[in-house]
């Protein structure tokens, strides 16, 4: 039973950040691509940051909406995966999604295996 449990989110002013936490269980996060998607109101779920599996040496996607501003990590003793997000903008304004995908990358939510619950993000101007 693979579970994913996101925390961290909140109301924050615009410049501001928050860290998202997801807590996995039933997997191994380092064995598995790991990445954080978000959807705002009305729009798709994208994917904003991911961290691929050892086997891929834990190479780290940005989509360019957040590069430099969004970093993505790994915890493997605390089975955790993190996203520091800093100078956010009120167009980051989403719900923040934890996803694991087996095998290859692939960027498309339809291509990711298991979800969390998702946290509220809202940022204000």
């Known amino acids: 039973q693979v579970q994913l449990v996101e925390s961290g989110g909140g109301l924050v002013q615009a410049g501001g950040s928050l860290r998202l936490s997801c807590a996995a269980s039933?997997?191994?996060?380092?064995?598995?691509?790991m990445g954080w998607f978000r959807q705002a109101l009305g729009k798709e779920r994208e994917l904003v940051a991911a961290?691929?599996?050892?086997?891929?040496?834990?190479?780290?996607y940005y989509a360019d909406s957040v590069k430099g501003r969004f970093t993505i990590s790994r915890d493997n003793a605390k089975n955790t995966v993190y996203l520091q997000m800093n100078i956010l903008k009120p167009e980051d304004t989403a719900v923040y999604y934890c996803?694991?995908?087996?095998?290859?990358?692939?960027?498309?939510?339809?291509?990711?295996?298991?979800w969390g619950q998702g946290t509220q993000v809202t940022v204000s101007s």
């Open positions: 961290i691929r599996s050892i086997r891929w040496s834990g190479t780290t």
């Open positions: 996803g694991l995908q087996y095998g290859d990358f692939y960027y498309g939510a339809s291509a990711w295996n298991y």
């Open positions: 039933g997997r191994t996060v380092s064995s598995y691509n």
